[in-house]
């Protein structure tokens, strides 16, 4: 049964009062919250519902055992179920990318995709050492030799900071500046992003690139071609992985890209 937009499902929470445009919906990260979203969020305000998805207290009680996919379908299902404005589209940044990946895959069957999905700066790379120095050998050595340089010291037996998580292949986390309940969430959260392997999908997605990287500029895709069969849109915005967003005129370019391609959309979904 359908919910009214005034009785939204714990899993989604209300960021602006605006009932036009259709949906943002931004997946959480790490830290089970939105707060990325927030300088997209004040600029597209005035043009589009926006909302945040959370992780609801059941789904805290239980996360032990749920996977990423199945954290995802939850989201999809709840969004689905609710009457908010559509098209929906689905945004992600960082670890959050997963999340949007995955909550779009499993939306998209449970009604039409007429949605984007935005991609921010997520890259999915295969889980085998092997598989990505065969797809890519230059930029997985580069890689490597960077994690080496990074992490040396916390490679050694005996060395671990148990308040840092970096896996190889994996972002770093430097879980100081958080609190306790939130380390919590975040370690479980960081191990289902080591055993999520993603199936294709066959919509269309919108991936922004930080421009910014140290030890070269990818011109990849992000490892997303593989996995979305459908139109691929990438978008390069200025800053790195982090100040892309925290800095307020490079959010600000993001945002109004992002504006740009969702008027892109609307036109092609008007043309069709």
């Known amino acids: ?28 990260d790490f830290g089970g919250n939105v707060i ?56 992600g940044f960082s670890f959050a990318g997963l999340l949007a990946f995955e909550t779009a895959r499993h939306f998209s069957a449970l009604e039409p ?17 092997g598989a990505r120095f065969l797809r890519n050998p230059i930029q997985e050595m580069l890689y490597a030799a960077r994690y080496a340089v990074r992490n040396w010291r916390t490679l050694l037996p005996g060395t671990e900071d148990p308040l840092i998580l970096h896996r190889y292949g994996q972002i ?35 991936v922004f690139r930080a421009e910014d990287i140290q030890w070269g500029y990818r011109l990849d895709d992000l490892g997303w071609g593989q996995l979305i069969k459908g139109p691929v849109t990438l978008i390069d915005v200025p800053g790195d992985h982090l100040s892309m967003l925290r800095t307020a005129e490079n959010a600000a370019v993001l945002a109004d890209k992002m504006r740009l391609r969702l008027e892109a959309v609307q036109k092609e979904s008007v043309d069709v």
């Open 36 to 91: 990325y979203a927030q300088p997209i969020q004040k600029v597209l305000s005035s043009e589009y519902s926006c909302f945040g998805a959370r992780l609801a207290p059941d789904m805290v009680a239980v996360l032990d055992d749920l996977g990423l996919i199945e954290i995802a379908e939850r989201f999809a299902s709840d969004i689905h179920q609710s009457d908010i404005p559509r098209p929906v589209h689905i945004c």
């Open 172 to 206: 770093r986390m430097d879980l100081g500046n958080h609190a306790e309940a939130h380390r919590t969430i975040i370690r479980q959260l960081y191990a289902k992003m080591a055993e999520y392997t993603p199936l294709p999908w066959t919509g269309s997605a919108s």
């Open 1 to 28: 049964m359908q919910r009214s937009q005034n009785s939204l499902p714990r899993t989604l929470m209300r960021m602006n009062s605006a009932e036009i445009g259709g949906s943002l919906v931004f997946l959480p």
């Open 113 to 129: 995709w007429a949605g984007e999905l935005f991609i921010l700066d997520t890259r999915i790379r295969p889980r085998t050492l």
